[in-house]
């Protein structure tokens, strides 16, 4: 039916799970879910793609930082270029984190649980200073990084939105093959 291989390891799935369902509650005699062969697809999966460091700097510099959202956008690439952070470890990125006698960022990283320690770099820092006071809404949330969007303005982000603020400064910067 010309599915992608992600389509047909999902609808395998699925039926699997809907077979082994039937058979456990009794609504079939056998249990056929075992008709439904492993594919393999985690073998077939992407290599991870990189940047290099002038498409890194072509998506960063694509920032305009003038505007409240420009600010925000700029942190969020920042610490996604200069740290790696996942979007989940940047949207539950807090105040509390922060050590600036120290000039250490410290958390567990969201989808590890594993305590991290970064440098706070000069560059960041300053993204975040200018952020907190030319770009943030007034909120009592403890995530740095609010919407500032007027429906939900204030409140903290989702990863979804991370993602789509990179898509939008990759196209931006003409970057090829990013998706």
């Known amino acids: 039916m010309n599915y992608t291989p992600a389509s047909r390891h999902n609808c395998g799935s699925t039926l699997r799970i809907y077979f082994r369902y039937a058979h456990d509650n009794g609504t079939t005699e056998k249990d056929s879910s075992v008709f439904i062969l492993n594919d393999n697809y ?15 700097f072509r998506i960063i510099a694509s920032v305009e930082r003038s505007s409240a959202i420009g600010k925000r956008d700029y942190l969020i690439l920042l610490l996604a270029a200069e740290y790696g952070w996942r979007s989940s470890d940047i949207v539950n990125f807090q105040f509390s984190q922060i050590d600036w006698d120290k000039n250490v960022i410290r958390f567990s990283q969201h ?23 030319h770009g943030r809404p007034t909120t009592d949330v403890e995530e740095i990084i609010v919407s500032g969007e007027s429906a939900k303005k204030g409140r903290p982000i989702s990863s ?19 998706n």
Do not use: F
């Open 42 to 56: 985690k073998h077939h999966c992407k290599i991870p793609t990189t940047y290099d460091e002038d498409e890194i």
């Open 111 to 133: 989808k590890t649980n594993i305590p991290v320690e970064y440098p706070l770099l000069s560059t960041v820092g300053n993204a975040i200073i200018d952020y907190l006071k």
């Open 160 to 178: 979804p939105t991370v993602h789509s603020i990179v898509t939008k400064y990759m196209r931006k910067a003409d970057i090829k093959n990013w």
